[in-house]
């Protein structure tokens, strides 16, 4: 089992919904950061874009199922909704818009820990 294989979470609805929780801290992530360096217009921009492109790599080039990758390209597509409804209503300031950037960090750290200690238990590494 790999992060990234089409596969990683097949039978395992907890690591699906933390995989989900990743996606949206990761769009928000996107949206926050490119915002903070370039503002507004780009930070829709990119956060429209980068996961369109990554999810159409997963589809094209790792045969992920097309339902996957459009419920992920969903998924995405909330955290960055939140954080873009967020900055529109003047309810965050400062270095709080970076919240994103610092969850999605966490969120790795936890999947990969995950990773492995499945692995190990299985004997893989």
């Known amino acids: 089992m790999r992060l990234l294989d089409p596969e990683t979470f097949k039978d395992q609805p907890y690591v699906a919904g933390l995989n989900q929780g990743g996606h949206m801290i ?3 992530a996107i949206f926050a950061g490119a915002f903070a360096l370039l ?3 780009w930070g829709l921009v990119l956060a429209l874009v980068i996961p369109l ?4 790599w997963q589809y094209l080039a790792r045969d992920a199922a097309g339902w996957d990758c459009v419920l992920d390209y969903f998924f ?3 955290g960055a909704t939140a954080w873009v409804l967020a900055v529109m209503m003047d309810d965050v300031s400062g270095f709080a818009i970076l919240l994103p950037v610092w969850s999605v960090l966490i969120m790795g750290a936890v ?3 995950f990773t492995i200690f499945k692995a ?4 893989d590494l």
Do not use: F, P, Y
């Open 26 to 28: 990761a769009g928000a």
């Open 39 to 41: 503002g507004g217009d």
């Open 76 to 78: 995405w597509q909330i």
């Open 53 to 56: 492109v990554l999810e159409a």
């Open 120 to 123: 190990r238990s299985k004997g």
């Open 111 to 113: 999947m990969a820990v």
